[in-house]
């Protein structure tokens, strides 16, 4: 609007000036001079002029093909906001239905089975007879035991009860069980009777004076203290009924 208020603007001082040129000029051939002084270039005072500035156009000045007046800021704000509304209102929608498909199809975590950890003397992880005792109290409890072979006198056993990573279930003989006890590393099987000492280790087979069957203790920093006691339980007990001489 402006540019175009300029450009009449300027037009209609060129009018002016042109009108006024050609009157001095017919007043130089007629050799005659007005006896009216010409109004100033500043401010004409022919017909159709309006000096600057938007208060003195008159209402209805530019023609109507001209373009409308460009739309304000407040408009145009609100322009935005009625486009973001079917954005927010389909983003809305997507969040209620993520977050109730995901709490409606969590599931719930399944708790592994516990695992028990044996230690053997030597290659008696192999001993069919032990290896049956063991699958069946896996079978029963629902729990899986894993094997770790070594010496019956092991000093990496001690080490191992007392400051390692301790297994849960040891089979030793009777030297190493006393030497066991001695040093409060293995927990008591079976609540003692008024007058009985308390157990530390059970027996896998009957002791006779030329056969010495091995025995079952739990740890102090064993993992799982009570399947532990239940693996001794039924080692002892199914050992002595598998076979009559037991595990040796």
Not at 1 to 21: C, F, G, M, P, S
Request: charged content about 15%.
């Amino acid at each position: 609007d402006n540019v175009r208020y300029l450009d009449e603007w300027r037009a209609q001082h060129r009018r002016y000036y042109a009108a006024k040129t050609e009157a001095l000029r017919g007043r130089r051939q007629r050799r005659a001079h007005a006896a009216i002084k010409p109004a100033s270039p500043r401010t004409p005072s022919y017909p159709g002029y309006f000096p600057p500035g938007p208060a003195s156009r008159p209402p209805g000045y530019f023609s109507a093909g001209q373009p409308a007046a460009a739309p304000s800021s407040s408009s145009r704000r609100w322009t935005w906001v009625l486009w973001c509304l079917p954005l927010l209102a389909g983003v809305g929608v997507w969040l209620v239905l993520t977050t109730g498909d995901g709490s409606r199809a969590a599931p719930q975590a399944v708790e592994a089975p516990p695992v028990l950890h044996l230690w053997t003397p030597g290659l008696m992880s192999q001993a069919p007879e032990l290896a049956a005792l063991v699958r069946g109290f896996e079978e029963t409890h629902g729990v899986t035991v894993r094997w770790q072979a070594g010496p019956v006198d092991s000093w990496e056993l001690i080490h191992a009860v007392m400051v390692g990573q301790s297994p849960d279930v040891v089979l030793v003989d009777q030297e190493l069980g006393a030497r066991l006890t001695a040093m409060n590393a293995l927990l008591p099987l079976v609540p003692p009777a008024e007058g009985e000492p308390v157990q530390y280790t059970l027996p896998l087979g009957e002791e006779t004076l030329w056969v010495r069957a091995l025995r079952a203790a739990v740890p102090a920093r064993s993992r799982h203290p009570d399947l532990a006691r239940a693996l001794v339980a039924y080692l002892a007990s199914a050992a002595g009924a598998a076979s009559g001489a037991g595990i040796h």
